[in-house]
């Protein structure tokens, strides 16, 4: 009797961890693509990326499964393994997982080699960029 009690605490334990931690990740992913979107949709990635259309390249940061929905100008943005054109990788996003404030993003735009560097800040529950830095390869 005592072991059956034990397993089931454990499984419910264990099932209200995993949901804990599915929230967290969706709260971040949100978060993830609200960035996104002020990015792209910035005057600072307009100086650099010229296409009508947006494509990220696809990587361990940003990859095809990552349930986001970033729009520039109602088009949405798509993640491709492979692209012909210009498009953007995603080469840094530092933001921490609780209550964030701040977040740090570097993008590549290719084939033009513009290295795009931007440091956001939540100010009053909104994301704007505080600084940004761009850098021609």
């Known amino acids: 009797m005592k072991i059956k009690l034990i397993v089931c605490t454990l499984f419910c334990f264990s099932t209200f961890v995993t949901n804990a931690q599915m929230t967290d990740l969706e709260k971040y992913n949100k978060e993830k693509e609200v960035i996104l979107s002020i990015i792209i949709n910035s005057v600072?990635?307009?100086s650099v990326y010229s296409s009508k259309q947006v494509y990220f390249k696809a990587?361990?940061?940003?990859?095809?499964?990552?349930?986001?929905?970033?729009?520039?100008?109602?088009?949405?943005?798509?993640?491709?393994?492979?692209?012909?054109?210009?498009?953007?990788?995603?080469?840094?996003f530092t933001m921490p997982k609780v209550n964030p404030q701040t977040a740090r993003v570097q993008l590549e735009i290719l084939p033009q080699?513009?290295?795009?560097?931007?440091?956001?800040e939540k100010v009053k529950g909104t994301w704007t960029i505080t600084n940004h830095l761009i850098m021609k390869d």
Not at 113 to 120: A, I, Q, T, V
């Open 59 to 92: 990587n361990e940061l940003l990859s095809i499964d990552t349930p986001i929905c970033v729009k520039k100008d109602k088009k949405k943005v798509k993640i491709k393994n492979e692209i012909n054109g210009q498009y953007v990788v995603v080469g840094d």
């Open 44 to 46: 600072q990635f307009d």
């Open 113 to 120: 080699e513009y290295l795009l560097n931007l440091r956001l």
